[in-house]
């Protein structure tokens, strides 16, 4: 790659030898810390990842927004550092990926709200040094340490990088790891497969037509996701997700006694005891068995509600006097 006067657009400088030769293929997964400097007299550090507490992540092939690091660390062995001196035409895009790095590493409450390109030429990024790359850009120095490299089979993809065939096939692999993990008891665990099987099911749906035997099949499968989420947020005491995703399972399926007994338990958790009543008298509608079980929730609720309805008149006893 060279410049139009002949010289090259990339110079490489190595700082310390790899140890070892790698193959790079489309999918190879690298981690690599990297430096970023401004080829000024002071050196400028832009960016440091070792600052943002863990390496940067790459997946080639994946058109990744910043092609150059795709191109330098094909061009490296495994554990080398090296210094890339590249050309300023070269590096436009680094200020808007510079400013997503900075973000990701911030409470979500800190982070600056996203924006096209476009607007942050106009308006700017939010850091000055970035603002001032883009008003004047320059070329730029990126210290590389090569850490580790994984080839496409060596790593669970995420979906992201899946095509349908292997998020077809992961879902059910999803689906009983995390069912493995709900009966050690680790529900927090347990509910993060769930979620990310239920997201490629989305993700599936997405390109077929609703209604279809296809989506059709894809929502069946949802269901008993959908069950075993709520249940380990009803563990998890966040209420309002059970009752949202039991509702969901309720929509197309009416008669779900798992989704109904769920969200009635959501409902006593969230003190909508209305709610919460015609739930479970629905399960025992539709399933005697459970009624001993529905009973004792029941008397549950009402105790609940004695112990609501004088708490409240104490209370309200105490601003009368």
């Keep these: 790659m060279e410049h139009k006067s002949g010289g090259p657009l990339i110079t490489k400088n190595i700082l310390h030898a790899g ?9 190879t997964k690298v981690y690599f810390h990297f430096q970023t400097r401004k080829c000024d007299r002071e050196q400028t550090i832009v960016d440091d990842s070792r600052k ?6 790459l997946v080639l092939g994946k058109n990744f927004k910043f092609e150059v690091w795709e191109t330098v660390v094909q061009m ?5 550092v090296a210094n890339f001196t590249v050309d300023k035409s070269l590096v436009s895009g680094y200020p808007f990926l510079s400013k997503t790095l900075r973000e990701a590493g911030k409470p979500k409450d800190q982070r600056r709200p996203h924006c096209c390109g476009v607007m942050m030429q106009n308006e700017g990024t939010g850091y000055e040094d970035l603002n001032q790359l883009i008003k004047e850009p320059c070329d730029l120095v990126f210290r590389i340490e090569l850490l580790k490299v994984e080839a496409p089979e060596d790593y669970q993809k995420e979906s992201w990088q899946m095509n349908e065939e292997e998020k077809l096939k992961a879902i059910p692999s999803l689906h009983s790891e995390g069912n493995s993990l709900f009966n050690n008891k680790n529900y927090k665990a347990a509910s993060e497969k769930y979620a990310l099987a239920l997201g490629m099911l989305e993700q599936l749906m997405l390109v077929e037509k609703p209604g279809a035997e296809e989506w059709l099949a894809l929502e069946k499968q949802k269901v008993p996701l959908l ?9 998890e005491k966040d209420y309002y997700t059970v009752i949202e995703h039991c509702s969901s399972v309720l929509k197309s399926d009416p008669g779900n006694v798992k989704a109904l007994f769920r969200r009635a338990k959501a409902h006593m958790g969230a003190w ?12 025992m509608e539709l399933d005697r068995s459970l009624l ?3 009973q004792k929730e029941l008397k549950q609720l009402e105790e609940m509600e004695k112990k609501q309805d004088e708490d409240d008149r104490s209370k309200l006893k105490g601003k009368m006097f």
């Excluded at 069950?227 to 563990?235: A, D, G």
């Design 52 to 57: 943002f507490g863990k390496p940067m992540e």
């Design 292 to 294: 001993a079980t529905v």
């Design 76 to 80: 490296m062995a495994l554990n080398e």
């Design 272 to 283: 909508n005891p209305q709610e919460a009543r015609e739930d479970f008298m629905r399960v």
């Design 19 to 27: 140890t070892k030769s790698v193959s790079f293929t489309t999918g």
């Design 227 to 235: 069950l075993n989420f709520s249940q380990c947020k009803l563990y």
